[in-house]
């Protein structure tokens, strides 16, 4: 059997792993390289893959995240034409997020191309984008939605389960069974993993009891978060201080996952009459699709989210939650002076909706932004964290006077206790363990962390590119 690591080695992004065993060759995960100029090289590099992929036999997908995902389009135009086994959640998801992401490429190829024409240069070393809408739409055919827990067959000597990592709405954990002359072998990817007890999705589920290699993810390898209870007591005074101050209040949300758990966070704290009764403007097309997608998938919510909702259908002046979907509706929100909280994408400031209510909002002292999500360095919303007196909002330079809560205990990924925990719930040390999926220093310190406190051995930390005999 061989490994090769394509992406996710020694960073976060671009997850692709590649596995080969007798005549049978396939990928887990096929993610896109994010997170600024380099991350565009990479995919460029990776084009073609390197390799034929009409020799891939099939695709499993640990879950809908653009850095899992976000290659597939490019797989099936080069010629891929296999399944691509995915939980049920997950396909609906990909079914927004993958033409998005085209639809994105486009606009900044369309972007760079206006903006090198108005400096006088030519179509020179613009980026194409790596599909189309078209073409991302006609991947979406060789998805095959499975179930979580049902042994799927997927070649004639290789089945898979799907167990829920806990991470967003249909991720999940992978666990592989390749039979043959001999023992089976059992290889197993954690995915990216969930905060047990977090709120609205169901806790991680534990991994197998053994396996021959595991691949576990390390993006908080190296820290512990902070607790919910701390985040929600930041959450109850930015909210009263910015009502007592009559201004609004701006949270910028990851349209999948991050905008439901603040709408769950907002709504309780409403029921525990923690707040007092709430208006909430979600402005983000994308954050209404992944919120509907949520809803119509009630059996992978937790038991306090279902019935958090039961509770807001039977008190509907509590908690007014407007879902604004066309643009004018948007600029609207614009007109609204105080009282209003407005969650709207992206998390990180740098694209959509959002722009427009920091670009009204942040020279007023009364207002207040929230991020409670990860902030790259580079990004808009990273310099607001770091405390920017002056940012540039569609080229317009733009004070800011709000003031800027950061909240810390909202995270989609396990920390380093969380990541333990799951790995003592195998029976014993797997055959070797590749710890994958965070920044070199984060990945090398739960290395040492899984030595110390699991006292396994054969623990490799893969880099990219490199392919590994077992
Ligand atoms: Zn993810």
């Not at 899992?68 to 296999?82: C, I, K, Q, V």
């Not at 039979?179 to 290889?187: A, S």
């Not at 909430?280 to 009630?298: E, Q």
């Not at 694209?351 to 932004?369: F, Q, T, W």
Request: aromatic fraction near 6%; charged fraction near 25%.
């Amino acid at each position: 059997m061989r490994l090769v690591f394509l992406g996710a080695a020694g960073e976060v992004t671009g997850s692709c792993t590649l596995v080969e065993t007798g005549d049978v060759r396939f990928l887990v995960d096929c993610g896109m390289f994010q997170g600024g100029p380099e991350a565009r090289r990479k995919n460029q590099r990776a084009l073609d893959f390197g390799f034929d992929v009409r020799g891939i036999d099939f695709v499993l997908l640990t879950h809908a995240h653009i850095d899992h995902s976000g290659l597939l389009p490019r797989l099936t135009m080069l010629g891929y034409r296999g399944p691509i086994y995915a939980t049920r959640a997950t396909v609906d998801l990909l079914a927004v997020l993958l033409p998005d992401s085209a639809h994105i490429q486009e606009k900044e190829a369309e972007w760079q191309l206006r903006h090198r024409h108005r400096r006088g240069k030519g179509e020179r070393g613009i980026p194409a984008p790596l599909y189309s809408v078209a073409q991302a739409l006609a991947c979406l055919k060789q998805l095959q939605p499975v179930d979580y827990w049902r042994a799927v067959q997927v070649a004639e000597r290789v089945s898979v389960v799907f167990r829920d990592a806990g991470h967003i709405l249909g991720s999940a954990s992978l666990e592989v069974t390749v039979t043959g002359e001999g023992k089976p072998r059992r290889l197993v990817f954690s995915g990216d993993l969930g905060m047990s007890g977090r709120p609205v999705l169901r806790d991680p589920e534990p991994p197998p009891a053994e396996a021959d290699v595991l691949l576990i993810e390390s993006t908080y390898g190296d820290r512990l978060h902070r607790s919910l209870s701390e985040t929600e007591d930041e959450i109850v005074a930015a909210i009263e201080r910015t009502r007592a101050a009559k201004g609004n209040l701006i949270i910028p949300a990851f349209a999948v996952g991050r905008t439901q758990e603040i709408i769950y966070l907002l709504t309780d704290l409403v029921r525990r009459k923690r707040l007092s009764p709430l208006k909430i403007y979600v402005d983000s097309p994308m954050a209404n699709s992944a919120t509907r997608i949520t809803l119509a998938h009630p059996d992978l919510l937790d038991r306090e989210a279902r019935e958090l909702l039961a509770w807001q259908q039977a008190h509907p002046d509590k908690v007014k939650i407007e879902f604004v979907a066309d643009v004018e509706h948007s600029k609207a929100l614009n007109d609204i002076r105080s009282g209003a909280v407005i969650v709207s994408a992206s998390g990180m400031c740098e694209a959509g909706r959002i722009k427009y209510h920091l670009r009204e909002n942040l020279p007023r002292s009364e207002c207040a932004v929230l991020i409670a999500g990860f902030q790259a360095a580079g990004s808009l919303g990273r310099r607001l964290v770091d405390g920017a007196r002056l940012v540039t909002i569609f080229g317009v330079q733009v004070p800011v006077r709000a003031r800027i809560y950061t909240v810390g205990g909202l995270s989609a990924h396990a920390d380093q206790a969380a990541l333990l925990q799951w790995l003592a719930g195998f029976h014993k040390p797997p055959g070797r363990t590749f710890v994958v999926h965070g920044e070199a220093g984060a990945s090398a310190n739960f290395a040492k962390a899984i030595g110390e406190q699991l006292m396994w051995s054969a623990v490799d930390l893969p880099q990219s590119g490199e392919s590994y005999s077992l």
